[in-house]
């Protein structure tokens, strides 16, 4: 609460109220400014856009704009391993009707084969690991770099309405998991598709219908893992948004040491970090359900 100890109408207020008030003040304006977040300038709230899977990847592009001589050959590398890898099973049921018949001469070649495309598969893989690694780390600090000179470019408004823990979370969690997804999507996304495109070709010369029976298995499979692709997103925004409210309250608890101390108030700084992390915690085992 605040209480009046400067006379003439002067009032002190605490924190915790400022922010609640402040809460109130954005909750009680139009749909257009409730998402102020923690993006505040000095003429009040700003704006902030959804972020949707496409804007995702409209950002990623332009993070990676700069490494694109390291992106692209990090997605040659991982399309040349994953066409090794699905051609793999067909040079090795080769090699075993060429047993099965006693064709010495196709056994032959198909011990080649299956041996090149053993060989390939392994140094592109090495290769692979080590391009997507080179990727993420320059990404990870050209972006933190652009993080670090966003946050020193805000108004006056932003920093007061901000706590230096949930700035220093912006740069390491956040920065981490918004990150993260990159270099998965680099080898999950590209080269399933890849898989799929050449896993299909493989199994349409096979046996067509075998392969029109398989795809009646992918739409519900598709429709499951996209519903809980978006419940899942929303639950470890909240996850994280949590673990940032709980370092800000250490941030501030261990920069005001002294003040905490002679205040007694220890123990409301702990049970204040164990309430952020206690919620954060339950977040967490409901998602691994």
């Given at each position: 609460?605040?209480?009046?100890?400067?006379?003439?109408?002067?009032?002190?207020?605490?924190?915790?109220?400022?922010?609640?008030?402040?809460?109130?003040?954005?909750?009680?304006?139009?749909?257009?400014?409730?998402?102020?977040?923690?993006?505040?300038?000095?003429?009040?709230?700003?704006?902030?856009?959804?972020?949707?899977?496409?804007?995702?990847?409209?950002?990623?592009?332009?993070?990676?704009?700069?490494?694109?001589?390291?992106?692209?050959?990090?997605?040659?590398?991982?399309?040349?391993?994953?066409?090794?890898?699905?051609?793999?099973?067909?040079?090795?049921?080769?090699?075993?009707?060429?047993?099965?018949?006693?064709?010495?001469?196709?056994?032959?070649?198909?011990?080649?084969?299956?041996?090149?495309?053993?060989?390939?598969?392994?140094?592109?893989?090495?290769?692979?690991?080590?391009?997507?690694?080179?990727?993420?780390?320059?990404?990870?600090?050209?972006?933190?770099?652009?993080?670090?000179?966003?946050?020193?470019?805000?108004?006056?408004?932003?920093?007061?309405?901000?706590?230096?823990?949930?700035?220093?979370?912006?740069?390491?969690?956040?920065?981490?998991?918004?990150?993260?997804?990159?270099?998965?999507?680099?080898?999950?996304?590209l080269a399933n598709t890849v898989m799929l495109v050449v896993g299909t070709f493989?199994?349409?010369?096979?046996?067509?219908?075998?392969?029109?029976?398989?795809?009646?298995?992918?739409?519900?499979?598709?429709?499951?893992?996209?519903?809980?692709?978006?419940?899942?997103?929303t639950i470890q925004a909240s996850q994280w948004t949590y673990i940032s409210d709980?370092?800000?309250?250490?941030?501030?608890?261990?920069?005001?040491?002294?003040?905490v101390r002679s205040h007694c108030a220890s123990d409301i700084e702990l049970e204040?970090?164990?309430?952020?992390?206690?919620?954060?915690?339950?977040?967490?085992?409901?998602?691994?359900?």
């Amino acid at each position: 609460g605040g209480r009046n100890t400067g006379g003439w109408g002067a009032f002190s207020m605490c924190t915790n109220c400022y922010r609640k008030h402040a809460s109130k003040a954005i909750q009680s304006k139009s749909a257009s400014e409730t998402q102020a977040g923690i993006l505040v300038g000095d003429k009040g709230p700003k704006v902030r856009d959804k972020l949707t899977v496409s804007t995702y990847c409209k950002r990623v592009l332009v993070l990676l704009r700069p490494l694109a001589g390291a992106t692209c050959f990090a997605l040659v590398a991982v399309c040349v391993t994953q066409v090794l890898s699905v051609y793999l099973p067909k040079a090795q049921g080769d090699l075993i009707n060429s047993l099965v018949v006693e064709d010495a001469e196709s056994f032959d070649r198909d011990v080649v084969v299956f041996g090149s495309l053993i060989v390939g598969v392994i140094v592109f893989s090495a290769i692979t690991s080590t391009s997507v690694t080179i990727m993420y780390t320059k990404l990870y600090t050209n972006a933190a770099q652009t993080l670090f000179a966003a946050l020193m470019s805000q108004d006056i408004a932003f920093y007061d309405n901000a706590m230096t823990g949930q700035l220093t979370s912006r740069l390491t969690n956040d920065l981490s998991q918004a990150t993260f997804p990159i270099p998965t999507m680099v080898n999950s996304l590209l080269a399933n598709t890849v898989m799929l495109v050449v896993g299909t070709f493989v199994c349409v010369t096979t046996s067509w219908r075998l392969t029109l029976l398989s795809f009646t298995f992918l739409s519900p499979v598709a429709y499951i893992t996209g519903t809980y692709t978006r419940w899942a997103s929303t639950i470890q925004a909240s996850q994280w948004t949590y673990i940032s409210d709980a370092q800000g309250c250490a941030t501030q608890a261990l920069g005001n040491v002294r003040t905490v101390r002679s205040h007694c108030a220890s123990d409301i700084e702990l049970e204040a970090y164990a309430g952020h992390m206690q919620k954060s915690m339950k977040i967490g085992i409901k998602n691994a359900w």
